[in-house]
């Protein structure tokens, strides 16, 4: 399978998708930002001051700029008839680390190996709409997540280990937290002789719970010589106004990809090119040649909370063309597999989580059959140490949580995740959740996910969940909790 390294199949429509953006873009812009002088930032002092005086500056701009826009847009609609699916982009690791090194780490013989993957919606929406969500200034933000995701995947991973954690309740390890973004590399006491480290890794009995609350990301992760995927779209798909905004990146080699759009999207989310990214990666060689492979799907679902029947619609979607990816991408026989697969994972921002009574429909959906989920223990009920995902947007902002160290301290008490975290809400109820003094259900909405498979794998080998982590380093960045899981591929054979 070709990837696409260009968003057009020659050059002539590039330059013309240049040509026209740049004829857009001034009026775009503008229109972004009048729009999003009505839907302050927390920093902005005086909202009424701001519009009266940049209204009409930008209003006469936005009225110049707009026939340009028109003429461009004229050329800019067609074009997307023409336009790939994803751009695919490559840099080479010439390293000891990287490049054909890296496949050469693990030949699918030995007690097995672990793979990092993580997941983060990181709410990079255009500034008026961003803003909707009580996060701004958009491209700082972008860049200074890149610069916070890159430190916390070039550290080194700790490993503190813990007997017989209890089954019953939150264990304070279970929020311990990581190195703190400083990079003093100093392990801090916390209450209980628990250190904060990279990482918490439970054994000893059946019912451990790998998790982890994490003020760093995940170290060494895998899937995040770096190959990526970004700006999903798909050219024969309705008119969007927006790009589906899956971003994929991998240590590893991408051998094959394939974007879906979502074909049943309703009201504004329809506007945008929501989907799945399906992809599979190299992650070893067996001394007989045989590629270890593995398979990974992105996907963001259909945000209104009530349109439950919309998302299970897109998970049937799912899973279809997931089955049908493994199918044409597949080049092995049963006889004689020149692939061995080792992992399939499912993750993305679902819209629905696990103890919401409006979400009952999603919960019992057979993704949860066909891939396990980490942190759930049926449908309905989740693991006690597991948290929500989506913070409260209305504290987000505040100085208790304004760093990865002060939110990581916030969500290891009970109290704090009840104030910081967002939680179901009932239709009959009457009051927001600021304030709230009855019971609320669970530790938060999860609605970020992170699923495997344990079947449909190289036979004999087997998957096991190491550790699962809730990370805030994006603490200011996100409306959103990024998630972590270090997977154990176990291949049966005794190290040599």
Not at 148 to 162: E, M
Not at 200 to 219: F, I, L, Q, T, W
Not at 410 to 428: I, M
Not at 458 to 487: N, Y
């Amino acid at each position: 399978m070709v990837l696409y390294t260009t968003p057009f199949p020659n050059s002539c429509l590039s330059a013309l998708h240049a040509v026209s953006w740049c004829l857009i873009f001034p009026c775009y812009w503008l229109l972004d930002q009048l729009l999003a002088l009505f839907t302050p930032a927390p920093c902005q002092k005086n909202q009424l001051l701001c519009i009266v005086l940049f209204m009409p500056i930008y209003l006469g701009f936005l009225v110049t700029s707009l026939p340009f826009a028109c003429l461009g847009f004229l050329f800019w609609c067609p074009l997307q008839c023409a336009r790939r699916p994803y751009v695919y982009s490559r840099l080479e690791d010439k390293g000891p680390a990287g490049g054909a090194a890296l496949l050469r780490e693990w030949k699918g013989t030995g007690p097995g190996k672990s793979f990092c993957f993580a997941t983060a919606n990181v709410c990079l929406l255009p500034e008026s709409l961003a803003r909707h969500n009580n996060v701004y200034k958009t491209q700082v933000r972008a860049k200074e997540i890149g610069h916070r995701i890159r430190n916390g995947a070039s550290r080194p991973q700790i490993k503190i280990y813990i007997d017989s954690p209890t089954n019953t309740s939150i264990s304070a390890a279970s929020f311990s937290s990581l190195v703190s973004p400083q990079g003093d590399g100093m392990a801090r006491a916390v209450p209980g002789s628990i250190k904060r480290t990279a990482s918490v890794d439970y054994k000893g009995n059946s019912g451990r719970h790998p998790s982890d609350e994490a003020a760093n990301g995940p170290a060494s992760g895998d899937p995040i010589d770096c190959s990526s995927l970004e700006n999903a779209c798909e050219a024969h798909c309705c008119f969007k106004c927006f790009n589906s905004g899956l971003f994929f990146a991998s240590r590893y080699p991408i051998m094959d990809a394939v974007y879906r759009c979502y074909t049943n999207g309703k009201g504004v989310d329809s506007l945008a090119s929501k989907g799945a990214l399906f992809l599979k990666v190299q992650v070893g060689s067996t001394p007989q040649d045989q590629r270890i492979v593995g398979y990974i799907t992105c996907t963001h679902l259909h945000a209104p909370e009530e349109d439950s029947a919309i998302r299970c619609e897109q998970l049937d979607m799912l899973l279809e063309w997931l089955a049908d990816f493994r199918k044409s991408t597949s080049s092995s026989s049963t006889a004689n597999p020149e692939e061995l697969v080792a992992f399939d994972i499912v993750c993305g921002d679902l819209n629905f989580d696990n103890c919401s009574s409006d979400d009952k429909l999603e919960q019992q959906h057979s993704l949860f059959t066909r891939y396990k989920d980490p942190c759930r223990l049926g449908p309905g009920e989740e693991k006690p140490w597991a948290i929500g995902t989506m913070l409260d947007q209305d504290g987000i902002n505040d100085e208790d949580v304004s760093s990865p160290d002060n939110l990581q301290k916030v969500l290891e008490s009970e109290e704090g995740r009840r104030e910081y975290l967002a939680f179901p809400t009932s239709k009959n109820s009457g009051a927001g959740q600021k304030g709230r003094k009855d019971v609320l259900k669970g530790n938060g909405r999860r609605i970020d996910y992170m699923l495997y498979a344990e079947e449909g794998l190289c036979p004999d080998w087997k998957a096991e969940v190491e550790e699962f982590s809730f990370i805030t380093q994006l603490s200011g960045l996100t409306d959103h909790l990024p998630v972590a899981m270090r997977l154990m591929v176990s291949t049966g054979d005794e190290e040599a």
